[in-house]
């Protein structure tokens, strides 16, 4: 019992190393503007507006597409908030003095990353249905993933897992409603 004890401190050791050197981009003021605006972006904006403007672009295929990611968001959403619940991570910034909270959160919990989670299962889906959007929406969504620990919300494993869940998610609706589906 004692050795696992070690190791599971030994490992919150190390992710918070690395949460405390990944954070110490955001006290460079661009990188914190950059970051904080992308984390703002990711707090739905840009899906709602991809959402919207899919059925407009792309016609029946957008409509299509736009209501599958509409309603895998809606599971996300559910699932994250229910894990946040259970599991109740505290945010770095509140567990560790020297992490600085440079955005405000949307709620109080770490684990998972919903804001990780949603980038990710949109650049999934997105790109699957549009190929020609996956460049930008890939990098948008390391840059959101990125933004969670430099704004000192998340550790990088909440981010971690908050990918997986998505891409998770994303596989998941993408086998229910394959690309090129009109209902």
Do not use: N
Not at 81 to 101: A, M, N, Q
């Amino acid at each position: 019992m004692r050795t696992t004890a070690r190791a599971f401190a030994a490992i919150d050791g190390l992710e918070y190393r690395l949460c405390r050197w990944i954070h110490r981009a955001g006290h460079y003021r661009p990188l914190r503007a950059l970051f904080a605006g992308v984390s703002r972006l990711g707090d739905g904006m840009v899906w709602y507006a991809m959402l919207l403007v899919l059925p407009l672009a792309a016609g029946k295929a957008g409509l299509v597409a736009a209501l599958s990611m509409a309603v895998g968001a809606l599971f996300g959403l559910l699932i994250y908030k229910g894990l946040k619940s259970v599991l109740v991570r505290e945010r770095p910034f509140i567990s560790h003095p020297d992490i600085d909270c440079l955005t405000a959160p949307l709620d109080r919990y770490s684990f998972p990353s919903g804001h990780t989670l949603h980038a990710v299962f949109f650049a999934v889906v997105a790109s699957a249905w549009f190929p020609l959007l996956g460049p930008a929406l890939f990098g948008f969504a390391g840059l959101v993933a990125l933004s969670r620990p430099v704004l000192g919300l998340h550790y990088p494993t909440d981010v971690v897992v908050g990918g997986l869940i998505g891409w998770a998610l994303a596989l998941l609706v993408l086998h229910q409603v394959p690309p090129g589906t009109m209902v």
